[in-house]
């Protein structure tokens, strides 16, 4: 059964670059079945799509943080990563990674915290 | 691309039924949506899609408590015989062109 699994930084400053990998067990992100997303949700708050990749490399971004985010896959690692620039305090929230077969994320990652503070 | 539109909270006793809404925005009323489960504390857990026919279609071990429906433009999820366990957060979702959209989720007590 396919798994995923968040890795991040945990807490930066603003003005960083975030940067978070999904590493993906079970399966392989070359699938041909299936595109990987980003979700984030600050603390409190409701779930916000980010971004998602084809294998393809064809991507797709949340019109809100088009211009910050860069979705991108890595086959030789078996993972796909997030790069957020130019954070702020109100990039603060949990992030998750999900496979999406087409419309629904039918499987989620468990979610990296990522806290902006300086 | 599609809104979805969801009450801010629901409530229910233990045992009984509860019925959550949600609804496409104009012009979207054929979309299918999935529901989501999130538990106090936890990542979400994909529970199913429902399409706009009101046939659903269930993720890997979901009790069957658990149903789904449609009419017109609202999607429903339905869970019977409620458990403690079921107090949670429950969000719709839905996919337009290169756009995947959440609602903005229930909070779902259970009493």
């Known amino acids: 059964q396919m798994q995923l699994q968040e890795w991040g930084p945990g807490r930066l400053k603003p003005s960083e670059t975030l940067s978070l990998t999904c590493t993906v067990s079970?399966?392989?992100?070359?699938?041909?079945?299936?595109?990987w997303g980003w979700i984030r949700q600050s603390p409190g708050k409701g779930l916000e799509w980010i971004g998602s990749?084809?294998?393809?490399?064809?991507?797709y971004y949340n019109p809100s943080l088009k211009s910050r985010v860069t979705v991108s896959v890595d086959s030789s690692k078996n993972h796909f990563s997030l790069n957020l620039t130019s954070v702020t305090a109100a990039d603060t929230a949990m992030y998750f990674c999900a496979r999406s077969p087409a419309a629904e994320f039918d499987v989620w990652g468990r979610g990296t915290l990522v806290i902006v503070s300086s | 691309q599609p809104v979805l539109t969801q009450s801010p909270s629901a409530s229910a006793s233990l045992g009984a039924s509860v019925n959550l809404t949600c609804t496409l925005s104009s012009g979207h009323s054929d979309y299918a949506v999935a529901w989501h489960q999130q538990q106090p504390e936890k990542g979400p857990r994909f529970l199913m899609t429902?399409?706009?026919?009101?046939?659903?279609s269930k993720g890997d071990g979901i009790p069957e408590r658990f149903s789904g429906s449609s009419s017109g433009a609202e999607r429903f999820l339905t869970i019977s015989s409620l458990q403690s366990g079921d107090e949670a957060d429950y969000y719709c979702q839905a996919w337009g062109t290169a756009t995947w959209v959440f609602g903005g989720g229930t909070k779902l007590t259970v009493l």
């Open positions: 429902v399409n706009g026919d009101g046939s659903h």
């Open positions: 990749i084809y294998f393809t490399g064809n991507t």
């Open positions: 079970g399966g392989s992100v070359r699938s041909a079945s299936f595109y």
